[in-house]
C-alpha cells in the first residue's frame, strides 16, 4: 500500500489563495488597545482588547479560510485546480495568448474573455487575471491567478507537448500566397 503523499503529484504551480498572516491584526489591535488605555492612565483593563482580539481574529480567519479554499490555485502535470473545481490537463486543447485589451478597458475584448471562469465564483476573482482557454468539446473557459503570466508560462508547455503547437504553420506570400494561384 503506498502512503497518501506519494501518490499526491508535486505541483507545477501553486497560488494559496490568502495569507494567514492577516490573522495577527487581531493580536496587534488588541495590543493596542491595551497600550492605548494604558497610555491614558486607565491602567490594564484587558477584557475590551480580549473580546477585540477573539472578534478580529476569527473573523479574519473565516475570511483567510474562505479564500483558501475559494480562490487557491494548484496546477500538477494531471490535472488544474481553480478554488474547489479541478479539471484535467488532458481537457485542455489550446491555451490562449494574452489579451491586447484589458477587461476593464473600454476597448474590444477576446471572446475568450467573456467565457466562464473555472471555479465556482462567479468572474474571476478580484486581483487575478483570466488566461483564456479551449478545452474539448468547443468549451471555452476561464483560468485565473495573481501571477498568471507564470501559470501561463507553466501551463502552455503542458498543453503544447500533448497537442502540438496552436500557431498555424507561416504560409508565404508570392504567386501561390495563401489563397492559391491567381
Not at 490568502?18 to 493580536?27: D, F, K, M, Q, T
Request: with cysteine; aromatic share 8%; charged share 20%.
Amino acid at each position: 500500500m503506498t502512503d497518501r503523499a506519494d501518490t499526491k503529484t508535486n505541483p507545477l504551480f501553486r497560488e494559496a489563495g490568502a495569507s494567514w498572516y492577516w490573522v495577527l491584526a487581531g493580536p496587534l489591535c488588541a495590543g493596542t488597545m491595551l497600550w492605548i488605555e494604558k497610555s491614558s492612565g486607565y491602567g490594564w483593563q484587558p477584557w475590551i482588547p480580549l473580546l477585540f482580539l477573539v472578534l478580529v481574529s476569527g473573523f479574519i480567519a473565516l475570511q483567510v479560510t474562505a479564500a483558501r479554499i475559494h480562490t487557491s490555485v494548484e496546477l500538477t502535470a494531471e490535472t488544474l485546480r481553480q478554488g474547489t473545481e479541478t479539471i484535467k490537463v488532458a481537457e485542455i486543447v489550446r491555451v490562449y495568448p494574452e489579451p491586447e485589451n484589458p477587461v476593464g478597458s473600454e476597448k474590444e475584448l477576446q471572446r475568450w474573455q467573456s467565457a466562464r471562469a473555472l471555479g465556482e465564483l462567479v468572474g474571476v476573482p478580484k486581483g487575478r487575471v483570466g488566461i483564456g482557454l479551449r478545452l474539448t468539446g468547443g468549451r471555452t473557459a476561464q483560468a485565473w491567478a495573481r501571477r498568471h503570466r507564470h501559470l501561463r508560462a507553466v501551463l502552455t508547455p503542458l498543453v503544447e507537448e500533448r497537442v502540438g503547437p496552436t500557431d498555424p504553420p507561416a504560409v508565404p506570400d508570392g504567386p501561390d500566397g495563401p489563397d492559391g494561384p491567381e
